[in-house]
T-cell receptor
Framework: LAKTTQPISMDSYEGQEVNITCSHNNIATNDYITWYQQFPSQGPRFIIQGYKTKVTNEVASLFIPADRKSSTLSLPRVSLSDTAVYYCLVGDNTGFQKLVFGTGTRLLVSP | KAGVTQTPRYLIKTRGQQVTLSCSPISGHRSVSWYQQTPGQGLQFLFEYFSETQRNKGNFPGRFSGRQFSNSRSEMNVSTLELGDSALYLC????????????FGPGTRLTVT
């Protein structure tokens, strides 16, 4: 089965850049890597999606190496409101799951 | 534009009963997906419906089923509830499909006693 691994938690301070890495060894060949943010008592919210190299939008950047077995979400200059759980999501080419969520990284931003 | 809505928000059921959860997608979205979220297993994909057809299915037993109506609204049914079915059930809608940008609802918190 595909396995997607992220650090359980990370701490940061306001204004710093945060990089969260997701390992996904069995990503499906044609599938994209997607990152979501989730606050307590809410559904996940889309952050960014990419296939390879680098993608940037107004809130984050996504770095994907050539082998696509990992990806790194980069949040520039985090604020207190970025305290949340971050999930990577990939397609699965090994079996039944079709979509596999990462284990989630709990980011705590302090003043 | 209204977001994804799910009803009910909270539900308490007894083992052996069945339950039906409802999801109304964003207007114009034809893809609706369902997910189960638990502290132990995290977020797991249940199934995706697109234009009233189940297009993709995760690795859950047949007790979990769903359907989608012509207006794209979707329902998920769980029969013969088990204690382990206690979870937050999330619905998400998308224009192009579950592997593209999805918009999640707030979820239905199901407690099985």
């Amino acid at each position: 089965l595909a396995k997607t691994t992220q650090p359980i938690s990370m701490d940061s301070y306001e204004g710093q850049e945060v990089n969260i890495t997701c390992s996904h060894n069995n990503i499906a060949t044609n599938d994209y890597i997607t990152w979501y943010q989730q606050f307590p008592s809410q559904g996940p919210r889309f952050i960014i999606q990419g296939y390879k190299t680098k993608v940037t939008n107004e809130v984050a950047s996504l770095f994907i190496p050539a082998d696509r077995k990992s990806s790194t979400l980069s949040l520039p200059r985090v604020s207190l409101s970025d305290t949340a759980v971050y999930y990577c999501l990939v397609g699965d080419n090994t079996g039944f799951q079709k979509l596999v969520f990462g284990t989630g990284t709990r980011l705590l931003v302090s003043p | 534009k209204a977001g994804v809505t799910q009803t009910p928000r909270y539900l308490i059921k007894t083992r052996g009963q069945q339950v039906t959860l409802s999801c109304s997608p964003i207007s114009g979205h034809r893809s609706v997906s369902w997910y189960q979220q638990t502290p132990g297993q995290g977020l797991q994909f249940l199934f995706e419906y697109f234009s009233e057809t189940q297009r993709n299915k995760g690795n859950f037993p047949g007790r979990f089923s769903g359907r989608q109506f012509s207006n794209s609204r979707s329902e998920m049914n769980v029969s013969t509830l088990e204690l382990g079915d206690s979870a937050l059930y999330l619905c998400a809608s998308s224009l192009a499909g579950f592997k593209n940008e999805q918009y999640f609802g707030p979820g239905t918190r199901l407690t099985v006693t």
